[in-house]
T-cell receptor, first 117, second 113 residues
Framework: GAVVSQHPSWVICKSGTSVKIECRSL??????MFWYRQFPKQSLMLMAT?????????EQGVEKDKFLINHASLTLSTLTVTSAHPEDSSFYIC?????????????FGEGSRLTVL | GENVEQHPSTLSVQEGDSAVIKCTYS??????FPWYKQELGKRPQLIID?????GEKKDQRIAVTLNKTAKHFSLHITETQPEDSAVYFC????????????FGAGTILRVKS
């Protein structure tokens, strides 16, 4: 149990286009999901906290108009990279907390590799 | 805010030897400390975790120790195998509900056969 799936696993797009990444909890409800960004050979940097039915909370330095997050249901959060540029190329990983769990344990998606040409 | 430091950045060991990775954190309110293993291009996998009310936890070849007073925790892998080669991240919980994680910079572990 506790499977989190991301789609797409990789995407290549032209500069200036928008890209949407989906994060789904397949067998549990997730009241909270997190979006991380990981550059090559670096650590995971928390971008934002996505709460079902409310606005996302963004970490300092993350542009909310650039990275749109929607958490419309207890099993789906989406991250849209708007007007993508080459510097947005990265590995984006979502994670979810299972509703009712003791705070802490995260379940990660497979990650989505974005390449902006 | 929370700062998690992880050392070493790279670690090479001979197969069968032990490997130790250390992390320190700054926020005394942190109470959950997981360790993740990440292979290239894949998602982080939780390998072991510890909560602040426990000083040590062991799962087969993997153990984690926590010193809350000194604000440091360590990962110990015994009898290392080539398949243990990966990047390992420590993390510490933060936030109002303790459900956000701040990650260390990672340690590249290479097990030589």
């Amino acid at each position: 149990g506790a499977v989190v799936s991301q789609h797409p696993s990789w995407v290549i797009c032209k500069s200036g286009t928008s890209v949407k990444i989906e994060c789904r909890s397949l067998d549990f409800q997730a009241t909270t999901m997190f979006w991380y960004r990981q550059f090559p050979k670096q650590s995971l940097m928390l971008m934002a906290t996505s709460n079902e039915g409310s606005k996302a909370t963004y970490e300092q330095g993350v542009e909310k108009d650039k990275f749109l997050i929607n958490h419309a249901s207890l099993t789906l959060s989406t991250l849209t990279v708007t007007s993508a540029h080459p510097e947005d190329s990265s590995f984006y990983i979502c994670s979810a907390i299972r509703a009712g769990d003791v705070a802490g344990e995260l379940f990660f998606g497979e990650g989505s590799r974005l390449t902006v040409l | 805010g929370e700062n998690v430091e992880q050392h070493p950045s790279t670690l090479s060991v001979q197969e069968g030897d032990s490997a130790v990775i250390k992390c320190t954190y700054s926020d005394s309110a942190s109470n959950y400390f997981p360790w993740y293993k990440q292979e290239l291009g894949k998602r982080p996998q939780l390998i072991i975790d510890i909560r602040s009310n426990v000083g040590e936890k062991k799962d087969q070849r993997i153990a984690v120790t926590l010193n809350k007073t000194a604000k440091h925790f360590s990962l110990h892998i015994t009898e290392t195998q080539p398949e243990d080669s990966a990047v390992y991240f420590c993390a510490a919980s933060i936030g109002e509900y303790g459900n956000k994680l701040v990650f260390g910079a990672g340690t590249i572990l290479r097990v030589k056969s």
